[in-house]
């Protein structure tokens, strides 16, 4: 468990009225949201999972992305906790007919919903929709630019595993290029005092990390030694422009984590993904399946009770909350 942690009282534990980025986040307001996270993993272990916190509230997840994990889990987020929630499918929307986004959120919000949930392929999206609604609104992913819940439950599997994130040498490995994932954590785990390491192919590298507190690798064996967590990125090949890597069979031989690569991290090291995984091309299934140290499955339970925070905390001030309002 987490260090204990003197919290602001009411709002000003949590006092913003979207979730749009992890940038800017105080320590103490991500270690809040963890903290509320916990009392929904233990709802979730229970056979039954009924919490009525947001009885009469609409939540509707706009998805303009494909989304396996994110989508189900702040389906069932919002369902478990009493919501009337729907899905928006950008595929059968009136975004296929031209419509511009800013007339999507325009119509999103004439149905009066409570919490909108928004992925989008562009980076800055959700804060545009977000400008235009009056309900509160959580980033599911916007481009390469953030993936706030994704770092959230990241840092919730981390912290159950490990205890306090402060301290630890994390590694993430990957087209970190290309992930909102890799951005999100490093500024989570940054703020909470990670040492975090960033290990791609040169081409994979974003100049931006200059201007962030990470070390950077480009031998993954030499980012490996004495890490406490190593977390596997996908290569995105459907945000790269062009080749970046010569061959999924190279990018695995320099790249990819291999039962004997992990022996290079300290004897205890965490292997994680956030999914979906290319086994064999970033990551070998017997390091994937290992029950020992991989949480691949455990970040996905964790997935369900973070969201299912982050909806109660932003719904607050609108449900009257005393504290919140
Ligand atoms: C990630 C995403 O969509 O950014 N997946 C996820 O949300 N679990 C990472 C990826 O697509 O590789």
Redesign the pocket.
């Known amino acids: 468990m987490a260090t204990s942690h003197q919290f602001p009282a009411g709002s000003d534990a949590f006092p913003h009225n979207h979730l749009l980025g992890i940038a800017g986040l105080q320590p103490w307001e991500i270690l809040f949201l963890l903290k509320e996270a916990e009392q929904w993993v233990d709802l979730n272990r229970k056979s039954s999972k009924h919490a009525n916190r947001l009885d009469g509230l609409t939540v509707i997840n706009a998805f303009f992305e494909n989304?396996t994990?994110?989508l189900l889990s702040f389906e069932i987020a919002g369902k478990r906790m009493g919501a009337d929630v729907v899905n928006m499918h950008a595929a059968q929307s009136s975004i296929k007919k031209g419509e511009t986004l800013i007339d999507t959120a325009v119509t999103l919000n004439a149905m009066k919903a409570d919490a909108i949930v928004i992925r989008h392929g562009s980076s800055g999206a959700v804060q545009l929709i977000a400008d235009k609604v009056d309900c509160p609104v959580l980033n599911a992913?916007d481009g390469r630019h953030e993936?706030p819940t994704?770092a959230l439950l990241d840092a919730l599997t981390i912290q159950r595993r490990k205890g306090d994130i402060s301290g630890l040498t994390i590694t993430i490995c990957g087209d970190v290029m290309h992930s909102?994932?890799a951005r999100s954590n490093i500024y989570c785990l940054t703020t909470l005092g990670a040492k975090v390491r960033v290990c791609a192919p040169a081409p994979l590298l974003p100049v931006a990390l200059d201007r962030m507190s990470v070390e950077v690798f480009t031998d993954f064996d030499r980012a490996l030694a004495g890490s406490d967590v190593v977390m596997m990125?996908?290569l995105?090949s459907e945000r790269m422009n062009g080749d970046f890597i010569p061959s999924p069979r190279e990018y695995h031989h320099l790249y990819g984590l291999t039962k004997e690569r992990l022996q290079l991290a300290d004897a205890d090291a965490l292997v994680m993904h956030?999914?979906?995984m290319n086994r064999g091309v970033e990551i070998d299934s017997d390091v994937a399946d290992d029950v020992d140290r991989s949480t691949i499955t455990e970040q996905v339970e964790m997935g369900v009770a973070v969201r299912m925070a982050c909806l109660d905390i932003l719904t607050r001030r609108s449900r009257g909350v005393e504290g919140w309002a």
């Open positions: 989304s994990r994110t992913g993936h994704q909102r994932v990125l996908r995105q956030p999914g979906p």
